[in-house]
């Protein structure tokens, strides 16, 4: 498993994101591709404004078997590819900087999320035919005030709360 870096959590981070799709298509329950674009005002490195970008395709196949792999974007360079796994019950994985877990919630809804040692961003997918909602949450840790995230510059990188500009989500 490779390391997340703050474009991968922050759409997925996580990002939010490519999911295989070959040898799933035919037992596929979900099929869906998704982008995030993304804001950040960081301390510590001091960026402010900093863009991300994350995006990829997921699938959930009858077997309840998840996989989801993450492409992120930060400052207009792909920072980031990562691969996940997933089953129903399935625990986190350890990940540098904290840990990782992809769930299947249902037939039509996977989520992943992504610890940090401050916070845990959340990433829900809902697919139901034609329709593809995507949901992103940001949450902090009892008694933190900065988020964190790994920085594409290596170690944790220091923001105030990422701010989300635009998620798509569609089946396919």
Known sequence: MTRLTRASCIALLVGMTAWPAAGFAGDAIIHAKFGYDGVAD??????????????????????????????????????????????????????????????????????????????????????????CVLRIEHHLKPGKRQYTFSSPFGGLAYCSRPRTVKTACEPL
């Open 42 to 131: 960081c301390q510590n490195p001091a960026i402010q404004n900093l863009s991300v970008h994350v995006e990829g395709v997921g699938t959930l196949t009858v077997d309840r078997h998840a996989s989801l792999d993450v492409t992120g974007v930060a400052m207009g360079i792909t920072v980031k590819r990562e691969h996940y796994e997933g089953t129903l019950g399935a625990r986190p994985v350890a990940v540098e900087d904290g840990s990782a877990s992809l769930r299947v919630m249902g037939r039509r809804h996977l989520q992943a999320i992504r610890n940090y040692p401050n916070n845990s961003v959340v990433v829900d997918m809902y697919v139901t035919g034609k329709t």
